[in-house]
């Protein structure tokens, strides 16, 4: 099952070495701020010319921030001095990231770097580049990074753009609800349409003690909102493609706004694991990808949701189905233990499953509340799978077949809803001849003979 980011932080140079009419930041001259910035020394460790932040420390699921490079670079132009690059890079569990670099940074001769507070500013003439972290709050559950570019003048240009380097993900483009999709009670937030969904490119797959890959999200790049001194706000155009992530403003609101303009590029990338987008429907089935090698032991099924009604608790459970030749779920392998969901609750629900499966098998993982009223949503990001997701409004606590209940309906489209396995591999069985005798492996207990 194809399972983020933070938004982006970057620095620019600060105006501490001269050639020319063109300012650079050297290593020494970048220490020197540094140390005298009490807030950014608590938040980010000095590697040559880059800051380093451990967002989360825990190694299940670590995040790690890169304002600037690790190795130190050299410029010819300046007689290889060795000079602060305005790059960011964002990685999790230590195994994917991607990192960006302003398309314009050349091109920009006086710049000047600020610390204030724990915001991180790059003054220039024509624009203020401003990164600071975002606390854990209801739009970003697991925190973010904000990554701002206020305009003091009329650009000329209405595209900010960036060079773009990844390393095992892939973008998801999370586009307007279609009628089919509002008639079924689903919902995307203003700031998730036109965003992107960042996935590991790779299925990762959650051991039990392993690494917390969940579906394997490592975060969302929310839609930018632009705004000028007078309140005007406006949408931006985020994009990705081939290795260049832009914002487009409307050239209406350039011509008319009110400068200097905030969050020309307001960049928020949360950590956020579940999907972006939610959706009502009471049973839903979801493709778990095809299991190889010899199966295992599902121990827990995690599912995130919000609680809607704001009336009532209800009753969740999860189970593993057969599938069709089109991915349809047909019967029911099992289910886990019923799980009380509470009012107002907003998150990943654990729950308790002790179901056996086969390898080299497909699979499907679906959900089932225990009341028939809309007061379930289930968390989902468009495009990460081209498959069809099946679904019905069971009433009542049994899990239908899904060949043979009536009421199951088809919803076509790329979806990955936020529903993951965790899993043991079997315990072998079979004999491995040593020296003194044979080793035996029988009902996970290991006999010498």
């Not at 920009?108 to 606390?135: A, W």
């Not at 709050?137 to 209405?158: A, H, M, V």
């Not at 690494?211 to 931006?236: F, L, M, N, Q």
């Not at 030749?325 to 009012?343: A, F, L, Q, Y």
Request: aromatic content about 12%; glycine content about 8%; overall charge negative.
């Amino acid at each position: 099952m194809k399972k983020l980011l933070i938004i982006i932080l970057l620095f620019f140079t600060s105006c501490n070495y001269n050639l020319g009419d063109t300012k650079i930041i050297t290593a020494e001259n970048f220490e020197q701020k540094y140390n005298e910035s009490v807030y950014i020394k608590e938040k980010y460790i000095l590697e040559n010319t880059a800051l380093i932040r451990e967002v989360k420390s825990n190694p299940k699921d670590r995040i790690e921030v890169v304002v600037g490079n690790k190795e130190r670079i050299s410029n010819e132009l300046f007689g290889a001095e060795e000079v602060f690059e305005p790059s960011v890079e964002i990685r999790r569990w230590d195994e994917v990231g991607f990192k960006i670099t302003p398309s314009d940074y050349k091109d920009i001769e006086e710049r000047t770097l600020k610390f204030e507070g724990d915001k991180i500013k790059i003054e220039t003439p024509q624009k203020d580049f401003i990164m600071y972290e975002l606390p854990v709050s209801e739009d970003l559950p697991e925190g973010g990074f904000e990554y701002q570019i206020d305009l003091k003048e009329k650009p000329k240009s209405n595209v900010i753009s960036f060079e773009l380097e990844t390393d095992g993900l892939d973008f998801f483009y999370q586009p307007e609800l279609t009628e089919e999709e509002i008639k079924e009670d689903a919902f995307r937030p203003e700031n998730v349409i036109g965003s992107y969904a960042v996935y590991t490119s790779e299925e990762k797959i959650n051991w039990v003690g392993g690494k917390e890959y969940k579906v394997g999200k490592v975060g969302h790049i929310y839609r930018p909102k632009i705004v000028d001194s007078k309140g005007w706000e406006v949408w931006g155009e985020l994009k990705i493609e081939k290795d260049i992530l832009s914002v487009t403003i409307p050239q209406d609101f350039l011509d008319k706004a009110v400068y200097p303009i905030r969050h020309a590029s307001g960049l928020t990338f949360g950590y956020d694991t579940k999907g972006g987008s939610v959706d009502s429907n009471q049973v839903r089935g979801n493709p778990y990808l095809t299991v190889t090698g010899n199966g295992g032991n599902i121990t827990k099924i995690t599912v995130a949701q919000k609680e809607n009604s704001g009336l009532a608790s209800y009753t969740v459970n999860a189970g593993l189905w057969n599938v069709d030749e089109s991915h349809k779920p047909t019967t029911n392998v099992g289910s886990g233990t019923d799980v009380t969901v509470n009012i107002n609750f907003e998150g990943w629900k654990d729950i308790t499953t002790d179901i056996v499966f086969s390898g080299s098998t497909e699979y499907a993982l679906a959900v089932e509340q225990s009341t028939s009223l809309n007061s379930a949503l289930y968390f989902y990001d468009a495009n990460t799978q081209d498959i069809d997701y099946y679904y019905g409004k069971a009433t009542g606590f049994s899990y239908p077949d899904f060949g043979d209940d009536p009421k199951i309906n088809t919803l076509s489209g790329d979806y990955g809803f936020s529903i993951y396995a965790t899993y043991t591999a079997p315990t072998p069985e079979g004999s491995l001849k040593i020296k003194s005798g044979t080793l035996q492996i029988k009902n996970g207990n290991l006999q010498i003979k």
